[in-house]
């Protein structure tokens, strides 16, 4: 029994964790990632973005990331490849090449055709396009986006698609998991790259959320539903829930129920196909990094000692 047999049990794909290649050498911790049972299912934190894939022009280096992919082969995990085209993470050859669009297009379609082409056959889902939306919904501004417009995203779910036609594509965002601009703004880039006549096949949910300010199940499953609506499934892709640290116990409670109502929301939604939480131990959380003053957000804590109350809430959610 555990998190990942729990969702298979429930008809899902998998329930599964981030990871990233300096946590590898900590063997308690890569022994409770390989525990099938509670995870089925592994995304590179860093190891496939494009500044780790291609850090010289058409120079590709794939060795960290190979390494996640042999590691949940030889665990028997299923892979979420993350991701191609994003607005951080880049190589300065990138961002401060003043590439015009023609030539932009040609390393933007060079790029995903060789990393999807090394990992053809492994993936699960491929992230095509990471975060294309400011928090209001409007394009965000990315060398991307200020060079070739809004039609780089099908030109890269379309190179994405000829690379390996079998892998499912995904557009993955944050702040998307309720009702409001920025996931309007994603279903309409669902029907910008079907308008296209390009294959689109899911929407990821990034689900960063806070204590007490989650979205509610049912805000959460309508929304899912919009998405399904359009012809595409959805995963939860990123899942955290953070706190002011140290986290009191009623920010826990809180917290046992925010993760649940989740878990919930994809259950209840046949399309929704899996759930991955970022990292599932405190010890390498990116939260306390970036949002200082938090964390707490994961169902393991800094000692790799599992939160009864959380782990226990999100097994008898699914
Ligand atoms: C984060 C990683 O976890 C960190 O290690 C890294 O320093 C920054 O990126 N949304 C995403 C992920 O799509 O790629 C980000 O991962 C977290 C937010």
């Given at each position: 029994d555990g998190l990942n047999a729990r969702a298979v049990a429930a008809g899902k794909l998998y329930f599964g964790s981030a990871t990233d290649n300096g946590e590898l050498s900590d063997s308690a911790y890569v022994a409770g990632l390989s525990n099938w049972a509670d995870f089925g299912q592994l995304t590179p934190g860093n190891a496939l973005k494009w500044d780790s894939i291609?850090?010289?022009?058409d120079s590709f280096s794939y060795a960290n990331g190979d390494t996640i992919v042999d590691l949940a082969a030889k665990n028997g995990q299923k892979l979420r490849c993350h991701t191609?085209?994003?607005?951080?993470?880049?190589?300065s050859w990138l961002t401060s090449?003043?590439?015009d669009n023609a030539t932009l297009i040609t390393i933007l379609k060079n790029h995903i055709t060789n990393e999807v082409t090394h990992y053809k056959g492994k993936c699960?889902?491929?992230?095509?396009?990471?975060?294309?939306?400011e928090e209001d919904g409007t394009w965000r501004s990315s060398v991307f986006y200020n060079t070739i417009g809004p039609s780089f995203v099908p030109i890269a779910f379309a190179a994405a698609a000829a690379a390996d036609p079998d892998v499912k594509l995904y557009y993955n965002d944050y702040n998307?998991?309720?009702?409001g601009g920025k996931s309007t703004s994603t279903q309409n880039l669902v029907k910008l790259v079907k308008q296209y006549g390009v294959k689109i096949d899911g929407v990821g949910l990034q689900s960063h959320f806070i204590v007490g300010s989650t979205p509610s199940q049912s805000a959460q499953q309508s929304n899912m539903q919009a998405f399904i609506d359009l012809g595409v499934e959805v995963a939860v892709t990123e899942l955290d829930i953070r706190t002011d640290t140290p986290a009191t116990s009623s920010a826990v409670n809180q917290q046992a129920k925010d993760y649940a109502s989740t878990i919930a929301a994809c259950k209840a939604v046949a399309k929704c196909v899996g759930v991955t939480i970022w990292d599932y131990t405190d010890k390498y959380s990116w939260i306390p990094s970036v949002f200082s003053?938090?964390?707490?957000?994961?169902?393991?804590?800094?000692?790799?000692?599992?939160k009864d109350s959380i782990y226990n809430a999100i097994l008898s959610a699914w």
């Open positions: 291609e850090p010289s022009r191609l085209v994003w607005h951080n993470q880049l190589p090449g003043g590439f699960l889902h491929w992230d095509v396009v990471n975060e294309a939306f998307i998991e309720n009702a003053g938090q964390g707490s957000a994961l169902p393991w804590d800094e000692n790799l000692k599992k």
